[in-house]
């Protein structure tokens, strides 16, 4: 039995640019007004609607003239800056394929989606610049290929940087891209797609179900699918048109992650809502900005909600004008919600959704006049219509309340895994009529077995713990944990001690210590693969009673 969505939404057939923008030359409505703001430097670092779209031609100019061709790949290794939106739509206005690395990445790592991607151009923070040309030297591309690209405002910024002797053989300063090319751009029409359906805008990369990280290829017409049905929910909301006039919202999230990406680059800057922008995460700035701009919308992962709700730092700042927060990337427990809930306006809203980079983004989320159930994740989005399966992956679920993987199909499905049909065959179902299903790996439940159901994520199949031959989800074991006022946050693995499995947790203390990068990665979620292996090196082979929580 199949379970759609409550929602229908008609999704416009063309590209991203032109769905943010609507005319590439046109007069901009509300054309002067801030949408992306520096959050460290408001008054000095600010990029307007009209400079926005002007700035993403000028790149996209600059790109084609430097050998970009239709479909070609551009990475960008670089923190966020309030220039990344403009970067990462002036690869689509050019024709190319985007995608992003974290700034975090190795040379190796690098490497690896530099030669899987087949990037043609890079494009590095200054700080991330030696690990770029290694990276870049050992997938085979040329330095000359690789750009600085740096936070400091292109209006002011030098238009030559000589790194080498022989400049045209070392990397170069983004500014030259669009050097004297500003009148040029202002006519200037953009790349549109005959197909959007078929044409890809994004590689985001994904360790998917299984495996290695993937290119995960977003087409034009999915990422618009998934901005409209998100945007179709928050407009459901009472009051919708006086709110937007005060909203305001603060980026602290990785721009390369596709969750970050969805909001900031496309979903907020199409509302005309201002983005704040944070180089970087760090809590207590956060907090600091949140009360400092009078934040209304914030779009978070569970970590920062934890941190909010348990470090008593937060008992400092005034967070009384968040009226929504969204939570996403990983469960998040109902006492969470409900302590960050105290801290903002009256009758603030903060749900959580859910979503993965193989349906672009966002699958679930909440209509605003549905009463939250703290412990669902929400309704599906518009289009989309789900399964849910026994983990033999045969026999369909109909009952509700029963635990099964859930498979999804619509509009947001991903074309393929780059240049990996294995993996896609693996993962994408296709049923007699030629009806593509997601299989999410993804643990579940509905509430109920019809449209409407509210959706319920019990963990991943692939992060279920057997102990004594009954499968134990590690996010239950972590809910629990963090009901513990002294953790604020906690990971559960998995680890065979004397051929048994059995559960091994790590926590965070609470008491304003910061959770660290060995649990969480910038995107939110645990870090299990790595954890795992450290809690085989250290109680691997061990007897079971010689094991204890760390």
Known sequence: MTIRSRFVEPIPMFSLQTWIFGSATEELPDFQKPVFIDADRPKSHVVSRSDFRLLSKRIALGLIDAGLDSQDRVLVYSGNTIFYPSLFLGVLMAGGIYTGASPNFTARELSHQLRDSGAKFVFAAPENLPVAIEAALSAGISPNRVYIFGADDYRAAPQFFAFSDDHSNGPRHWTELISGNEVAARDWVWFEPEDPTSTTCCLNYSSGTTGVPKGVEVTHHSYVANCVQVISLLNKAPGIEEFRQRERTLCFLPLYHAFAQTYFGAIFPALRVPVYIMAAYNFERMLQHIQNFRITTLVAVPPVLVSMAKNPIAKKYDMSSLESISGGAAPLSGDTIEEVGKMCSPG???????????????????????????????????????????????????????????????????????????????????????????????????????????????????????????????????????????????????????????????????????????????????????????????????????????
């Open 348 to 550: 603030a809203s903060v749900r959580q959704g859910w979503g993965m980079t193989e349906m672009t983004c966002y699958i679930s989320s909440w209509d605003p006049n549905v009463k939250n159930e703290s412990a669902s994740v929400g309704e599906l989005m518009p289009n989309l219509s789900a399964r849910l399966m026994k983990l033999d992956g045969k026999t369909m679920i109909t009952r509700p309340h029963e635990r099964g993987e859930i498979w999804l199909t619509g509009p947001t499905l991903m074309k393929a895994y780059w240049k990996n049909e294995r993996a896609t065959g693996d993962t994408v179902h296709v049923d007699a009529d030629g009806t593509r299903w997601m299989k999410t790996g993804d643990v579940g439940f509905v509430d109920r077995y019809e449209t409407g159901a509210l959706f319920y994520i019990v963990d991943r199949i692939k992060e279920l713990i057997k102990v004594k031959g009954i499968q134990v989800a590690p996010a239950e074991l972590e809910a629990t944990l963090l009901e513990n006022e002294n953790v604020s946050d906690a990971a559960v693995v998995g680890v065979t001690i004397n051929g048994h499995e059995v559960p091994r947790a790590y926590v965070v203390k609470s008491g304003g210590s910061q959770i660290t990068a060995e649990i969480r990665s910038q995107s939110g979620k645990i870090l299990r693969r790595a954890l795992r292996d450290q809690a085989q090196r250290e109680v691997g082979d061990r007897k079971p009673f010689d094991t204890k929580l760390v």
